[in-house]
């Protein structure tokens, strides 16, 4: 089993990943809408199109059911706040400034949360 931070670094860099291939389809709709409405894609401009949306599906699919994983683990976490500080950093994908404002708590103390969080998570994992 991999640890809790193997695993939310993980989901970061899938969602990295994403983007990334977002932002390559966008950039070839944008430099198709370039020559002009009505231009014709080549075959292969729309081979690479629906190979780049089924890689797209294919890895929203997995990242949702990794995501469901994160979220059961970090239920298990007791503390409230803690479990707060974890989702909204974790599922929601916040930063830690805006983790901080949305749990209305001092950055320093939303710090102090998640390393007790983390604890809390490699005991449950021992158990496990």
Do not use: C
């Not at 080549?42 to 979220?71: C, H, P, R, T, V």
């Amino acid at each position: 089993m991999q640890s809790t931070q193997e695993i939310l670094e993980w989901r970061r860099e899938m969602d990295i990943s994403t983007r990334a291939k977002k932002d390559a389809i966008s950039d070839f709709v944008k430099k198709r809408n370039q020559i002009g409405k009505g231009a014709w894609v080549s075959e292969a401009g729309a081979d690479f199109i629906a190979g780049a949306i089924e890689d797209l599906n294919a890895e929203i699919n997995a990242a949702n059911a990794f995501k469901d994983q994160i979220d059961a683990i970090i239920d298990k976490v007791d503390d409230p706040r803690a479990r707060v500080v974890l989702q909204l950093r974790y599922s929601r994908g916040l930063i830690w400034p805006d983790v901080a404002e949305a749990a209305g708590f001092d950055q320093s103390y939303v710090h102090r949360l998640h390393r007790k969080a983390l604890g809390m998570l490699d005991n449950i994992r021992q158990t496990l």
